[in-house]
């Protein structure tokens, strides 16, 4: 098992800090399966990143859920963008 630092912007870093050490127990692990892990860990990860807007990047580009990553990757969590 790895720790993994995952970081999160706008109003999900509002709710859950900056950033946050997890255990990678599997890798590679998807984006989807990393969601369900996270909500699994803490509660307040549950509600903010089942949202399907939040968007998930690996290494500075955004991805799917079905991406693939793995310990050592930057992972980050973004809400959707609003403004015009």
């Keep these: ?5 995952i970081y999160f912007f706008g109003r999900l870093a509002e709710q859950l800090g900056r950033s946050r ?3 990678m127990v599997e890798e590679p692990i998807t984006i989807r399966d990393l969601r369900v ?3 699994a860990q803490a509660v307040d990860f549950a509600d903010a990143l089942v949202d399907p807007r939040v968007r998930a ?5 955004i991805v799917t859920d079905d991406a693939l ?3 050592g990757q930057e992972i980050a969590f973004i ?3 609003s403004g015009g």
């Design 1 to 5: 098992m790895a720790q993994q630092k």
């Design 21 to 23: 050490e997890v255990e």
């Design 37 to 39: 892990a996270l909500a």
């Design 57 to 61: 990047c690996v290494d500075g580009v």
């Design 69 to 71: 990553v793995r310990a």
């Design 79 to 81: 809400p959707p963008l």
